[in-house]
């Protein structure tokens, strides 16, 4: 065999261990990440599933605090495709018509307006450099966003979550398999949840 050969085989093996050794990891991460989400789902009286709508998919939902949660990975971007893990918690429909809260990132200036739209400022110079505000009726958020309740949307956003549409949503920038993450994320939803929402 020719040195070239001989290349070609350590290279094309390791080339082999490599790949089995990511299929490996990957495995066990997958395996970390079930075992954490069914715990999560057992602690809190949810469920958990390897199917939704149809797709292979981990899922955790059910009712927290009387609410709609749902936990769920979800792939994003084109070619180079990335899990995200995705959590939402419904509130009442009880809220401000239109209500949106979300992290500052645009600054200011016309592309922040052509990507986020009108926003309203409520004149709490802190408040509104870390926060998106939009709703339908200023006047009717000045009412709802009592102290407490900028608390809590600061507290909503320095999670990095929005709350849209009617739910606190939180869409993680990678994968979450660690119970002690997700115990704490459900957690942070839950009490601002308590807060932000309006029940009868």
């Not at 990132?105 to 309203?120: H, Y």
Request: net charge negative; charged share 30%; aromatic share 6%.
């Amino acid at each position: 065999m020719s040195e070239m050969e001989i290349f070609i085989v350590v290279v094309g093996c390791t080339v082999a261990g490599a790949a089995v050794l990511a299929l490996i990891f990957a495995r066990v991460r997958l395996g970390q990440a079930e075992d954490s989400w069914r715990k999560l789902a057992d602690r809190h009286g949810l469920r958990q599933t390897n199917e939704w709508e149809g797709k292979k998919a981990l899922v955790v939902h059910g009712d927290l605090d009387g609410r709609p949660f749902l936990m769920e990975n979800i792939e994003v971007g084109g070619q180079q495709k990335q899990v995200q893990t995705q959590i939402s918690l419904q509130l009442s429909n009880r809220l401000p018509a239109d209500l949106f809260f979300g992290p500052e990132r645009f600054g200011k200036g016309i592309f922040k307006k052509m990507i986020v739209g009108e926003e309203i400022e409520i004149g709490d110079a802190e408040f509104d450099a870390k926060v998106v505000i939009r709703a339908d009726d200023p006047r009717e958020l000045e009412t709802y966003l009592t102290d407490e309740r900028k608390v809590a949307v600061l507290r909503l956003v320095e999670n990095k979550a929005t709350l849209e549409d009617g739910k606190i949503l939180l869409k993680a920038p990678k994968e979450l398999h660690q119970l002690q993450e997700l115990e704490f994320l459900l957690e942070e939803m839950r009490a601002v949840a308590r807060i932000l929402d309006i029940r009868r």
